[in-house]
C-alpha cells in the first residue's frame, strides 16, 4: 500500500511540539518569553521536519544541519544575549528534548508485550541485529505532554527543595534537663506573637516532645481544642512543667480566632551558616500534624531568633544584637 503522508498535521504536531519544548526550556532558565519569537522559532523547527520528504534536500538531514537549526531556533527564540547564557540556554533545550524523547520511548517500551518486541527486531545483511520501532502519531503526541508535564513537575520539585534548604537551620530548645532538637524553616513571613507577652511563637510538631507528654494526652493536639487540653495537662500529675505552659490566639486561613498550646523554654539555640544564634525570649508552640509532608523540616523558626538573639561565631567570639 501507499504511504499517505498528511503534510499539514505533521506541521501542526510539530509545531506544537517544538513550542512546547521551547516553553519548558524558557520556564527552567527564565527567560522572558515573546510569543512572536517562540511561534517564529516553533515554525521553523516544524518546516525543518517538513522538509525530510522532498528528496532534494535530503542533505539537510545530517548531524551538523541539525545542531545549526536548532541553535537557529535558540536565537529566534531567545536572542544571544552572552555566550554563556546562550549555551546554558542550549544545554536545557537538549535537556528537555532528551527527556520528553526518552519518557516516550520508555512509555512505548512498557506498554508491547513479548511478541511485539521480538517482532521488531531483525537481522542486518551484516549479520548484525537491528531493532525498529513504530509509534503513532496520537500516541508521541499524548506521551509528550504526559512525560514534559510530569518532568516540569519533576523540576519544579526540586527547585522548590533548593529554596527550602537555604531557609532551614538547626535548632535546639532546652527546658530543664530535657533538649529537644531538630531540622526548621525559617519563615521570614511568621509574625505569630504572644499578644501579652510580646514573645515571638516558634512552632514544633508536638510528636518531639512525645516523651515528655503524657500517654493519654499524645495525639489530641490535632482533634482537640488547645483550651481544653491545657486543663488536662495542669491537672495531670505526670506532665513536669504545668508552669510553663502557654495558650497562643491565631488567626488559621478562612478560620476565626484559635488557641496554640505553647512553652515557655529555658533557651533556644539555633545554628544557621556557621552561626549559632541563642535567645531566651522565645515561645515552642505545639502543632498536632507534619510541618512539612516530605519530613525535611519539623519546626517553623520565627525569624526573630536570628535577627535579635545572642550571636556566637565560634568558641572565642561573642558578640550582642540584642536580646
Known amino acids: 500500500m501507499p504511504l499517505i503522508v498528511y503534510i499539514d498535521l505533521l506541521f501542526l504536531m510539530n509545531l ?23 511561534a517564529l522559532s516553533a515554525g521553523v523547527g516544524a518546516m ?8 532534494e534536500l535530503s542533505f539537510l538531514y545530517t548531524f551538523l544541519v541539525k545542531f545549526l537549526f536548532s541553535v537557529v531556533m535558540l536565537w529566534l527564540a531567545f536572542g544571544f544575549g552572552s ?24 512509555v512505548h517500551y512498557l506498554l508491547q508485550d513479548s511478541g511485539e518486541i521480538w517482532s521488531g527486531i531483525w537481522y542486518s545483511a551484516s549479520g548484525g541485529l537491528s531493532f525498529s520501532i513504530k509509534i503513532g502519531a496520537f500516541f508521541i503526541l499524548v506521551c509528550f505532554f504526559v512525560v514534559l508535564f510530569w518532568f516540569k513537575r519533576v523540576i519544579a520539585a526540586r527547585q522548590r527543595q ?13 527546658i530543664g534537663d530535657t533538649t529537644i532538637a531538630c531540622t526548621g524553616l525559617i519563615d521570614t513571613g511568621n509574625q505569630l506573637t504572644d499578644p501579652l507577652s510580646r514573645l515571638p511563637v516558634t ?20 482533634d482537640e481544642r488547645a483550651d481544653n487540653l491545657i486543663l488536662e495537662l495542669t491537672e495531670a500529675g505526670d506532665f513536669p512543667w504545668p508552669e510553663r505552659l ?15 498550646l505553647a512553652l515557655k523554654p529555658d533557651e533556644v539555640t539555633v545554628r544557621l551558616e556557621g552561626r549559632e544564634h541563642r535567645t531566651t525570649r522565645v515561645l515552642i508552640g505545639l502543632d498536632g500534624g507534619r510541618l512539612s509532608t516530605e519530613g525535611t523540616y519539623r519546626a517553623i523558626v520565627h525569624p526573630a531568633l536570628i535577627e535579635s538573639a545572642e550571636t556566637k561565631d565560634n568558641p572565642d567570639t561573642i558578640s550582642k544584637t540584642g536580646t
Open 203 to 222: 512552632v514544633m510538631e508536638a510528636s518531639l516532645w512525645e516523651r515528655v507528654l503524657p500517654p493519654s494526652y499524645r495525639g489530641k493536639l490535632a
Open 83 to 106: 555566550l554563556q547564557n546562550y549555551l546554558r540556554n542550549m544545554g536545557a533545550f537538549y535537556i528537555v528534548n532528551f527527556a520528553a524523547a526518552g519518557g516516550i520511548l520508555g
Open 16 to 38: 506544537l511540539i517544538d513550542a512546547s519544548l521551547l516553553l519548558v526550556t524558557a520556564w527552567m532558565r527564565k527567560q522572558k518569553i515573546i510569543f512572536w519569537r517562540l
Open 162 to 174: 533548593e529554596r527550602i534548604h537555604s531557609f532551614l537551620a538547626e535548632m535546639e530548645v532546652r
Open 246 to 260: 502557654r495558650l497562643v490566639p491565631y488567626r488559621g486561613i478562612n478560620k476565626g480566632t484559635q488557641f496554640m
Open 48 to 55: 525543518y521536519v517538513v522538509m525530510m520528504f522532498l528528496p
